[in-house]
């Protein structure tokens, strides 16, 4: 019977439910569901249509929202801060939004996404947030169109300031003056996970899972090419399936980009550069109707309402509307359609990967290698890595991860012993894996952790953290291969830095070289975090290593130790690295 009742209750146009909402439990999630069930949000992008500088355009550029087929409005306040002209700005949209039948969210700027928010002492950070969510309320009691309020960037990047503890009163203070109001924060994939539902979960009306492909599609779809349509649609449909599981019984809105600027999250056009119209409107549609299958509902950012992308949506959400096509109709296993995907590897050469992301050479050798890339978790993680045999079909292994089980460097030494390119970066190992118990009297992270010291051991250095510096300058040290044309031998060259870029692209940690050859080291600069940014202090700390070679039986042991890849500090020379890595591998 509660299937049934679901079932019709998915069929049935969004309306909003008579009675208010009760303020906590799961017959606040129904109430929610039934209430954001089918939403269609434009947020922000007012391109023709730019009312905070003309009013008189207001009334218009909600019409057009809703000529296009969407229900809802999403306003962000201009300047970050949500102060009296902000919310006098977004009653004019609630109001002007009623008028032709539209919903209106609000979104709320978190610290990381604002220095001044940031910068605030805690108490009055903390006050900010509590005032502006019973002042959303306040408004919303009084207009029952503003249904929700979200936060942009909600997790990973905040998760010290929204503490369970600070949500429960965010939660308290807002329902207690409109318990109809919903909470729904802006989330990415990996920081939606079940302890988070289970710590925040009942002070979340809903998410707004943002998709751009964050689950290293590499790891579960081989030969994963982000220029593939079909690939990508593929991914999309993962993500959101195990999200689905994650978050259950909440309201999931997929938010998606409709490209605005050159790497855009997206399908990539074949050079990667700028996309044309029809690129966009074709990755768009295929975005809109992958959320239609899996999802309560879609956010959609970028570009403005009278673009193609747009127009090109509207019979869609036409059709879905006339013929009572719900959201959200599909469920299941997140790789149940992947199958098709599977390839048995031949003898290769092919270029191996171990990631968990793509940054520094796990960006940069995967684009500029001929031989097919292959992503090895899973081979890792399942038992199934053969080192010997792996260093004949991958001459090349590159790994990149902060989480490793304790035996993974054992395996990575043999394939280096057994005569491979074993190529570290980014902290490989210093962050140990969450399901491996320390031994009695090891740390389980850090500078001491097993697998820290394993992969020191195998790259022949004494690896520390901290205090990580700011690079300002670097040398070649030693004449070899992978030297070839990076400049003469002792000569300091100027870091790739350049005034206004983020200083936390050239970091690098003070590890020391034991048995390693150093062939490019690096001068630090005193950089401390101070709560927002790292903040140059003018003072060098030191030398340390940045590239350092160890051979290891018959095969190398490579590793840097830029923070995120050494590329904004190398300039034009980071390429002319990586293909000295690749001739040494004998793809060149």
Not at 63 to 88: E, L, N
Not at 142 to 156: I, Q, S, T
Not at 192 to 200: R, V
């Amino acid at each position: 019977m509660r299937a049934l009742l679901l079932t019709g209750l998915l069929l049935l146009p969004a309306l909003a439910p008579a009675e208010d909402a009760p303020l906590s439990g799961p017959e606040r999630l129904a109430w929610m569901r039934a209430r954001l069930q089918g939403t269609v949000a434009k947020f922000e992008f007012t391109q023709g249509y730019d009312f905070r500088k003309q009013s008189d355009s207001l009334p218009a550029f909600m019409a057009a929202i809703k000529a296009r087929g969407f229900t809802a409005w999403d306003q962000m306040a201009i300047g970050h801060v949500w102060d009296d002209a902000a919310f006098a700005s977004l009653e004019a949209s609630i109001v002007a939004a009623e008028e032709v039948g539209l919903d209106v969210w609000a979104t709320l700027t978190p610290p990381s996404g604002h220095e001044e928010i940031a910068r605030w002492p805690l108490e009055e950070r903390r006050e900010y947030y509590f005032r502006t969510v019973e002042r959303f309320a306040t408004l919303a009691a009084e207009h029952p169109n503003f249904v929700a309020f979200g936060c942009d960037d909600f997790l990973p990047y905040n998760r010290n300031f929204f503490t369970p503890e600070m949500l429960a009163e965010m939660a308290r203070r807002w329902r207690a003056i409109c318990p109809n109001l919903a909470f729904v924060p802006l989330l990415y994939y990996g920081s939606i996970t079940p302890e988070l539902m289970a710590e925040c979960g009942e002070y979340l009306d809903g998410i707004v899972f943002h998709f751009r492909a964050n689950s290293y599609p590499p790891e579960y779809l081989p030969g994963y090419d982000p220029k593939n349509f079909e690939m990508y649609r593929d991914v999309m449909r993962y993500e959101l399936k195990r999200v689905r599981q994650i978050v259950g019984e909440h309201p999931l809105i997929c938010g998606i980009y409709v490209w605005y600027y050159q790497g855009g999250w997206g399908v990539l056009t074949p050079d990667e550069q700028n996309p044309s119209e029809e690129h966009i409107v074709r990755d768009a549609v295929q975005k809109l109707q992958i959320a239609h299958d899996f999802a309560d509902g879609i956010r959609v950012y970028g570009l403005g309402i009278d673009h193609a992308a747009y127009q090109a949506m509207t019979p869609l959400l036409a059709q879905w509307r006339e013929q009572g096509e719900a959201w959200g109709l599909q469920r299941g296993d997140p790789e149940s359609h992947l199958g098709r995907w599977q390839q048995a590897l031949g003898d290769g050469p092919y270029l191996g990967t171990l990631l968990t992301l793509e940054r520094g050479l796990g960006y940069s050798l995967p684009r500029a290698c001929p031989w097919p890339r292959v992503e090895l978790g899973r081979s890792f993680e399942r038992g199934e890595f053969d080192p010997e045999g792996a260093a004949r079909r991958f001459p090349l292994l590159v790994v990149s991860r902060t989480q490793m089980p304790r035996e993974w460097p054992e395996l990575l030494r043999r394939y280096a012993e057994a005569g491979g390119i074993l190529v570290l970066e980014a902290v490989p190992g210093w962050v140990t894996d969450a399901g491996v118990r320390a031994l009695e009297g090891e740390e389980e992270r850090g500078d001491t952790a097993p697998t820290t010291l394993a992969l020191a051991d195998l790259s022949g250095i004494t690896f520390r953290y901290e205090p990580r510096g700011f690079v300002t300058g670097w040398r070649v040290t030693a004449d070899h291969p992978l030297t070839a044309g990076l400049g003469e031998v002792a000569a300091w060259q100027a870091s790739g830095w350049q005034e206004g870029d983020s200083t936390y692209t050239c970091l690098a940690h003070p590890v020391q070289a034991t048995d390693a050859t150093v062939l490019l080291e690096a001068e630090h600069e005193v950089c401390p975090y101070d709560g927002v940014a790292y903040v140059r202090r003018g003072e060098i700390a030191g030398v340390h290593p940045l590239l350092t070679v160890r051979p290891v039986g018959q095969g190398l042991v490579v590793r840097h130790y830029a923070q995120n890849g050494a590329g904004p500090i190398m300039g034009e020379t980071w390429d002319t690295l990586v293909h000295n890595l690749l001739r040494l591998a004998g793809s060149e």
